[in-house]
């Protein structure tokens, strides 16, 4: 009769309760999202980013095919908000990353909202994670799909972005594309009339300001470190808080 080795029977017992430990922390979240951005969602109390994709921030400026700037940002957030259109969302958890967000792959009656996003050019894929979503990113280039229209920074760029941010986008962009994506920088208007929360690093930390805030009209929106907001939820999920009273 064949019998298991200790050696092979432990190795076995020990593999099996890894597994177990995997599927029990293994977490599907389900219900309707709330949409704070193109890569970001609360489904009740939980937040949620979407795994393997990377959206333009809710104050990032792009420009059109004919070279004039638009919030690509709020945009990016919208399309995502017309997918859902108040359906359910399925989405199955693979971890977590800062700011307590599960990082999970979401999906509507099947069809996996990460990979719409890419598709229609409302995201890029995040190498970092994964290629998963390389080939529908390649895709949305080729027929110049939402942010591949025009000319825009990468959202992992934007966010520390500089003289030397490489500008990604169609052919057609004009070669001023840098210079005027660049001069976004320097405005101290809101890219929507709706996302008027200003937030800054102070002292290492992200602290957000909303009108009436004692130090709210000092604050410089040029700066590198200075974001705009179109709500504190979304704030808070970036990783900043409120100021203390």
Not at 68 to 77: L, Q
């Amino acid at each position: 009769m064949f019998t298991l080795s200790r050696t092979v029977a432990a190795t076995t017992f020990v593999g099996l309760l890894c597994l177990a430990g995997l599927v029990a922390h293994a977490e599907t979240i389900s219900g309707e999202p709330r949409i704070i951005d193109g890569d970001t969602v609360d489904i009740g109390e939980k937040k949620i980013r979407l795994q393997s994709i990377d959206a333009p921030e809710s104050d990032q400026l792009c420009l059109d095919a004919e070279g004039k700037k638009w919030a690509c940002g709020i945009a990016a957030r919208d399309a995502l908000s017309d997918f859902s259109n108040n359906r359910p969302w399925s989405c199955e958890v693979s971890g977590k990353e800062s700011y307590d967000r599960s990082l999970a792959f979401c999906s509507i009656a099947g069809h996996d909202i990460n990979q719409w996003m890419v598709q229609h050019g409302w995201a890029l894929a995040s190498v970092r994670d994964s290629n998963r979503y390389v080939a529908d990113e390649s895709w949305s280039r080729e027929i110049h799909a939402g942010l591949w229209s025009g000319a825009f920074i990468a959202p992992w760029d934007w966010r520390s972005r500089s003289k030397q941010t490489v500008i990604l986008g169609s052919v057609s962009v004009p070669a001023t594309a840098q210079k005027l994506l660049l001069e976004g920088m320097s405005s101290q208007e809101a890219p929507d009339p709706a996302c008027t929360i200003k937030a800054g690093v102070h002292d290492g930390e992200c602290i957000y300001h909303i009108v009436g805030d004692r130090w709210y009209a000092d604050m410089n929106m040029a700066k590198p470190d200075h974001r705009w907001f179109c709500s504190e939820k979304e704030a808070e999920a970036a990783g900043c808080r409120a100021p203390k009273r």
